[in-house]
């Protein structure tokens, strides 16, 4: 019986994370109004578990030659509103990163290619932005595993567009210091879109499809 209440508790904190219906958010990933790409989020609950795949491949090529290439496969796991497990690995023009992070006695483990490990503060989430709470606390990268502590600023909400051509009234947040991104979050709390300035100062933007 004890069992079976802790797995019911654990159901109903699981059904309390942001999921979208459909249990899948998409994305146009777009450049110079060139779609370039896909972003995918899916949502998977197993028991009282909750896994969070994300898929990112885009492509920028100049004169048919491919000059940028990213991918990136990742897996969170989450009990409740608590992350417990992320795997991640990216391919940014043939170099290889990735992240790793287990829930252990000591707490949320973290490693990655560019970090020694380390025990993330609570309650740490990830660079994946499909939950809006996300921004309130200390981000660990997909990419790399890095701890990251942005400054967030809330904006005026906007009205953007979408890949159905509709558009759709959101909340919008800049993010700087660690790194520099635009995020957008609609009336649900239901991720909507990103912005950010690659290198070559062009601007990158998604689409909801």
Avoid: C
């Amino acid at each position: 019986m004890l069992f079976t209440g802790a797995m019911a508790a654990a159901g109903h904190a699981a059904a309390a994370l942001p999921v979208p219906r459909g249990d899948r958010i998409e994305f146009r990933i777009i450049r110079h109004g060139d779609e370039i790409g896909r972003h995918t989020v899916t949502f998977d609950r197993r028991g009282g578990a909750l896994m969070v795949r994300i898929t990112v491949d885009a492509l920028v090529t100049l004169l048919s030659l491919p000059i940028v290439r990213y991918a990136l496969r990742a897996t969170e796991t989450w009990q409740g509103e608590t992350l417990v497990g992320l795997t991640s690995e990216t391919d940014k023009n043939g170099r290889h990163q990735w992240a790793s992070a287990r829930r252990t006695d000591e707490g949320l483990v973290v490693l990655g290619s560019q970090t020694r490990r380390y025990i993330a503060p609570e309650p740490a989430g990830t660079t994946s932005y499909w939950d809006k709470r996300a921004l309130a606390r200390p981000m660990i990268s997909m990419e790399d595993g890095v701890l990251l502590r942005p400054k967030v600023a809330e904006q005026r909400p906007e009205a953007i567009p979408t890949a159905a051509g509709a558009p759709t009234v959101a909340d919008h947040y800049v993010l700087s210091g660690a790194f520099n991104v635009e995020l957008w979050y609609d009336r649900t709390d239901t991720w909507a879109s990103l912005a950010y300035s690659a290198p070559d100062g062009s601007t990158v933007h998604y689409e909801r499809l």
